[in-house]
């Protein structure tokens, strides 16, 4: 095999659960389904991957008709930029 950079870490993380609250007036939502995508991030001076997985929601309400929780990476970002 040809030489190649060590994969970035990656970080496997998980919000999915049965069901969440709507982001603009928190009323539940029920699952419809989940769904997994990396999103590259940085975290120690490294570039880092996070696994993640999300649902994806059918909103009872009248905001939007269906969302999706919020990665934890956005999180781990703004952790990141407060220290920053
Ligand atoms: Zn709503």
Do not use: W
């Not at 190649?4 to 990656?10: I, S």
């Not at 989940?34 to 009248?62: F, K, M, P, W």
């Amino acid at each position: 095999m040809l030489t190649q950079r060590p994969p970035a870490f990656t970080i496997p993380t998980s919000c999915c659960s049965e069901k969440a609250p709507c982001p603009t007036c928190g009323k539940l939502g029920q699952r419809k389904g989940v769904l997994n995508r990396q999103i590259r991030s940085i975290a120690y001076d490294q570039v880092v991957y996070l696994d993640v997985t999300y649902g994806e929601y059918r909103a009872r309400c009248h905001c939007c008709s269906t969302f999706r929780t919020l990665p934890i990476g956005v999180e781990f970002k703004a952790h990141d930029d407060n220290k920053v």
